[in-house]
C-alpha cells in the first residue's frame, strides 16, 4: 500500500479516537517513513523553486510552464507580475 493511504488511514484511526496502544506503536514506522518522503519532497521542491526564480531561467517548453506553474499555484512563487 502506498505511504500516501497508509497515513490516511493512521490519520483516521487517531481521528476517531478508535486507536489501541499497539496500533499507535505500529503507525510509528509509517509515520517515521512520512516524514522521511517529506523531507525528500522539501529538498527537491526548494531546488526547483530555485531554478524557477534564477534570472537565467528559460521556461520556454511545456514542462518548464509546467513546473512554473505548479509552483505558483501551489503558493512556492511569488505572483506574476
Do not use: H
Not at 512554473?68 to 512563487?77: I, N, S, Y
Amino acid at each position: 500500500m502506498e505511504l500516501s493511504k497508509k497515513l490516511r488511514l493512521v490519520g483516521k484511526g487517531f481521528a476517531l479516537e478508535k486507536v489501541t496502544q499497539a496500533q499507535a506503536r505500529s503507525a510509528a514506522p509509517i509515520l517515521n517513513d512520512a516524514a522521511a518522503a517529506l523531507e525528500k519532497a522539501e529538498r527537491v521542491v526548494e531546488a526547483a523553486r530555485r531554478v524557477v526564480l534564477n534570472p537565467a531561467w528559460g521556461g520556454v517548453c511545456d514542462e518548464d510552464i509546467e513546473l512554473e506553474r505548479a509552483l505558483r499555484d501551489a503558493g512556492l512563487l511569488p505572483p506574476n507580475g
